[in-house]
């Protein structure tokens, strides 16, 4: 492409036509965009259109491609992979870094962030070695005194340091930073005094001062970045001029800064929050040096929170501000600074309390955001709150002062308790912040699972709980103050292991009732407190709360369960899904008069979710529901299975059909549960259903994969024998599906899944023609690709092949593939990696299908692989008695994450679908060790003198000796 | 039988060598011994044997000076050096590169082969040392000026204040790097230098030679800390033959009772232990370990440092060289200086614990049998920061290398919780690190099968809001490592 008049507006047609809302116009110009990427001068077209355009639209357009198109292609993937060509031509490579900088400064503000961002990309890439102009251009622009300059230079600066805050220490690293350091940071610091001056003289003129603080804002970004990996020779020894003048910010305040709006933060409090977070990263890694400043600051960051307002804009800087405190304070040489009662008083009223405080946009979030609300008040995922940030200043204030401490809030807590009393429709806000109080200095530790875990001893839990919360529980009304409410039943659920059990079961006839409340937090919380009670243990791995105790309300709480489901916005409630869930595993059999009622509204529910499906946590639930409805029922009334495929199939046929991908694992988990009751040969509507199981679109999706081979080793269970005789031509589908497992270092495992139960369960004459094939496939892959996990799979399943086909139809079977391949295997693979197999089960196969190498093949006592009869030996006791061998081999170490699974599908998502473990060699073989020493005998008596003459020559002192633990064990000799 | 106790990397792999990245940001240390020095004082020697200073002194002019420098005149010689010596020993900002440019110094290297003239000899040898003293351009006029060889042999000057000079010159030279440390290698500075100071001439001869016996101590003092810089640098290492001449005379020096010797002999001994294996080895056999172990414990930082510096250089190389260190007793001196109030001792120490807690389990079990444990846990939790990352290799690979028992020791003592509050540093390597230290606390915990329980402790702990909120971490490897956790360990009860 030239770089002519003609396709500089043939590109402006195709842009224009990019941002046409109809598809038909705007996809064919993407797609020719990006047919003529690979152009030369296609990139330098864009940036004269993003300059020179007449109409602003396409200019913001251009620039916006551009820079995907960097995004895209500026990086040059390593020369093997040849279907990425370089897109872009060294002398556009050229010439766009040559013009980019200056662009990007003369450009509008919208254009220069696209531009600057690109710049960051490059600079990833080609920064310092390919781009070494880059810093002293930049650096050169400091002296414009054009601050809309500047910005965007401190803008790019900050987008390409910004990495240094992440990354790994490493010597490539650091040496751009010291490059960086050499050109940049005394430039840098002399801006900061020239900005702050520049702010003094003009202090009145609000304009000037904006576009000056957000110069600060990116000097203390830099300033953060440059710092982070160490601290830099050059910032120690200007750390006076640094410091100081942070802190004189920190202090600093200019109506013409403050903004009206209260959500979102002014310029005047993100410069302050950078500033707080400088002074941390300082405190926290360069303590030393930092040291003389930090009392100032702490001084400077509490007097800051003293008079900050509680708008929303002001959260991040509060939130900033008091982490900063309560991470100085937990540390002893701090404490000093803290530990004046006056202080510590002072911190508590004017910095603690009224940042617990329930503020107007905590009431409009429990109304109007309840989700939101919960998602922080429960789960945690307010890290950034000022309620939390205040927890967290008292508990590291508690590390060194909690009698104290807890002295000033109880005094507080009482107070405002009595202000509730006095007028409880005006001021139950008060009683919000003491029960928030209560909890935060209360607890030590805190669990999702177990609710508090060790509490201040210093508060009276059960006292608080009867004589406050209780009462509000009680009340006749369930809708009545749904915050103090919400608070109660938080009480209940955070100190279920303080408060006494007899207190919990007065509770929970309250919970039950207010499922019924309209408030979304008030009736989830109290289904998710009753999911936590239910969870609870008590003695002997049982629940605390048992089945009997609940009985009395069986029937109220499902049906306020299920009725809580249909109020407004809770139609897809997960905490109410959980609390149905967790509600069947402890009521067990005494759900069953109610299930017919029960999987009709599931099943209607599923119907419903399964046109949209949105809430994953919801659906799990529900499915781990419709288990659990299935296995209680099932256990009293095996028959009963028949009604429950009655009820579902029909849905999960829509699924299936809809292919309602979300659902599909599941609805296979289920089928593989209902298949599994079935104590008969397989019915025939799920022999229906096996050809569609075997599509590869099926085995395309990972997700399905586990579940997938699960139900395929339920068919195989149940239905061998109906496979090979009324589907054995889909032996071969079957058998491809496992050539693709086999083939992923991924999904090998689910592979060997899928081949050991076919091993197991087949009539042999159905599979014999294939299995010469299966063996040479998994050479192939040895070959090609050898892991830990495909070897500890492979030595698995020889050895169960070895236990139901023989061991010399092993043996032959690898000597047909080619002469001598069994004494390999066994060399190679047998006796070096056998420690590495894991789990009881696999490593009893491994055992048994070792002793019947050792002694039911007869070319093991009588040809060269003799020399191997003592060493495998050997191995087969280091397999009994060695740790098991864990190591990975380096390069491996980023392959093997989903860890060593299980002989069984480990892929238990469904808990309640899970299955028990399968041994199939469990009746056979009770005991390896003492199965291995009657297998000995029996061969020592078949040829007297042979086995001992081998073990005498070459088996090591320490095995002969566990070998005749063994011998004496099992009470026979070797003759 | 194999047995598979180091699983994973095998020991060598896991210890750290003191430097993992040469690049350093960083101001040079504050603790470090001094490359060059300058001498500044009017000292005894000068006084006593240049009774001419005591006169009225006139001061030449720069001009003068070169004048007389090269001119011929030996009275007014000896006045210019004099007066070059005096500016160059002025306290601050000795004009070097004014005198330097004065283009003089060929002539000062010459002047220190006038044997016939000692007070010229040791007026240019001073001169030379100060200059020497300064940068490396510095040094770098000084050695082409081709002042080694006469220096060298300046130490054999049957004048011991010359001699002095000489070794302090020389000093400085090998102190600037590794080039000029080998030329006065190759120059055969070691046997003349070693001589002066060897172990059949007891410290009493060197000083009967004098009249003051302060003198006798300084110049051993000098000699002491010449050969410290000679062992001193590395690409390369100083020449393997040149080490073994020295180490008997270090050995030698470390009994010595001034601190001063005793600080830079450790000094070169911390220089040859930051090495190789072989080098470490070649030490070690000298049997110096109980008394480097002893200095560990002095009360003088200016021993303790070095001392403990050169133990955590031999720690780093094999399994027997850290037993060795271990059976001289150096986990008995540890726990005192992990407390120590100095944050770079404690640091110190710390490095050395995590390369002894990098062995095997033997040597792990000594470790916990010491008493470690407690002043390891304390690191962690109020150390500063760069103690407490180097507290969470110990931990690391304590988890890595211990058999379960000890990791439940471990966590019996407390690590746990300083350990998940460091989830919220702000380093991306350390916290790498303590993921894959979770990782391994939770291997050992599936073994006793107490998963629920670590997973309870690590939520108690509030490590896991921690590992939820590195889930937004910029870090790719560090966000994978706390998913993989998270959904391996937390996803669902």
Known sequence: MELSDANLQTLTEYLKKTLDPDPAIRRPAEKFLESVEGSQNYPLLLLTLLEKSQENVIKVCASVTFKNYIKRNWRIVGILVEDEPNKICESDRVAIKANIVPLMLSSPEQIQKQLSDAISIIGREDFPQKWPDLLTEMVNRFRSGDFHVINGVLRTAHSLFKRYRHEFKSNELWSEIKLVLDAFALPLTNLFKATIELCSTHANDASALKVLFSSLILIAKLFYSLNFQDLPEFFEDNMETWMTNFHSLLTLDNKLLQTDDEEEAGLLELLKSQICDNAALYAQKYDEEFQPYLPRFVTAIWNLLVTTGQEVKYDLLVSNAIQFLASVCERPHYKHLFEDQNTLTSICEKVIVPNMEFRAADEEAFEDNSEEYIRRDLEGSDIDTRRRAACDLVRGLCKFFEGPVTGIFSGYVNSMLQEYAKNPSVNWKHKDAAIYLVTSLASKAQTQKHGITQANELVNLTEFFVNHIQPDLKSASVNEFPVLKADGIKYIMIFRNQVPKEQLLVSIPLLINHLQAESIVVHTYAAHALERLFTMKGTNNTTLITAAEIAPFVEVLLTNLFKALTLPGSSENEYIMKAIMRSFSLLQESIIPYIPSVITQLTQKLLAVSKNPSKPHFNHYMFESICLSIRITCKANPDAVGSFEEALFMVFTEILQNDVQEFIPYVFQVMSLLLEMHKNEIPSSYMALFPHLLQPVLWERTGNIPPLVRLLQAYLERGANTIASAAADKIPGLLGVFQKLIASKANDHQGFYLLNSIIEHMPPGSVDQYRKQIFILLFQRLQNSKTTKFIKSFLVFINLYCIKYGALALQEIFDSIQPKMFGMVLEKIIIPEIQKVSGQVEKKICAVGITKILTECPPMMDTEYTKLWTPLLQALIGLFELPEDDTIPDEEHFIDIEDTPGYQTAFSQLAFAGKKEHDPVGQMVNNPRIHLAQSLHKLSTACPGRVPSMLSTSLNAEALQYLQGYLQAASVTLL | ?493
Request: hydrophobic share 45%; charged share 20%.
């Open chain 2, 1 to 493: 039988m194999k047995k598979f106790k180091n699983k994973g990397k095998d020991s060598t792999a896991r210890r750290r060598q003191r430097v993992e990245v040469s690049m350093e940001l960083r101001k040079a240390k504050k603790d470090e011994q001094i490359l060059k020095r300058r001498s500044i004082s009017f000292s005894l020697v000068d006084e006593s044997l240049s009774p001419e200073d005591k006169k009225e002194i006139i001061q030449l002019s720069l001009e003068e000076i070169v004048e007389a420098v090269n001119g011929s005149d030996r009275e007014l010689q000896l006045q210019a050096v004099q007066d070059i010596r005096r500016m160059l020993s002025k306290q601050n900002d000795p004009p070097i590169n004014q005198v330097i440019e004065l283009g003089i110094i060929p002539r000062l290297v010459e002047f220190l082969g006038h044997d016939d003239d000692p007070f010229l000899q040791f007026e240019a040898a001073w001169a030379l040392t100060n200059i020497a003293s300064g940068t490396s351009d510095h040094t770098r006029a000084v050695v082409e000026a081709g002042a080694i060889p006469p220096f060298i042999s300046l130490l054999s000057s049957p004048h011991m204040h010359i001699s002095e000079q000489s070794v302090w010159a020389l000093g400085n030279i090998a102190g600037d790097g590794p080039t000029y440390r080998d030329a006065l290698i190759n120059c055969s500075v070691i046997p003349p230098l070693l001589a002066l100071v060897s172990p059949v001439t007891p410290v009493n001869n060197l000083l009967c030679l004098n009249s003051s016996s302060s003198l006798g101590v300084g110049f051993l003092r000098n000699i002491t800390w010449t050969i410290s810089n000679l062992c001193r640098n590395k690409n390369p290492y100083p020449p393997l033959d040149a080490v073994k001449k020295m180490l008997p005379v270090l050995l030698y020096l470390l009994e010595n009772d001034d601190k001063d010797i005793i600080s830079d002999s450790c000094w070169a001994f911390s220089y040859l232990t930051d090495s190789t294996n072989d080098r470490i080895q070649i030490v070690v056999d000298t049997g110096i370990l109980p008394r480097l172990v002893e200095l560990m414990g002095s009360p003088e930082m200016m021993i303790m440092t070095p001392a403990l510096r050169a133990v955590g250089n031999i720690v780093t190389g094999t399994d027997e060289q850290t037993q060795a260190a271990i059976d001289a007793g150096v986990l008995a001196a540890l726990p005192r200086l992990l407390r120590h109030p100095k944050q770079a001792i404690q640091k110190e120490a710390a490095w050395t614990l995590s390369n002894i807690a990098a062995g095997p389990s033997q040597q792990i079990q000594q470790l916990i049998t010491c008493g470690l444990l407690p002043p390891l846990v304390e690191l962690l939790d109020k150390g500063d920061f760069k103690a407490q990352k180097e507290a969470v290799w110990v931990v690391a690979n304590l988890t890595t290398g211990g058999t379960v028992e000890q990791v439940v020791e471990l966590v019996q003592s407390g690590v746990l919780k300083p350990l998940l509050n460091l989830l919220l540093v702000k380093d991306s390597k350390t916290l790498l690190i303590i993921l894959d230290t979770i990782t391994n606390l939770f291997k050992a915990a599936k073994k006793l099968g107490v998963t629920d329980r670590l997973c309870l402790l690590v939520e108690e702990l509030g490590g896991l809001e921690k590992m939820e909120a590195l889930l937004t971490h910029e870090n790719n490897i560090v966000y994978e490592a706390a998913l993989i956790i998270m959904e391996k360990y937390f996803c669902f009860e």
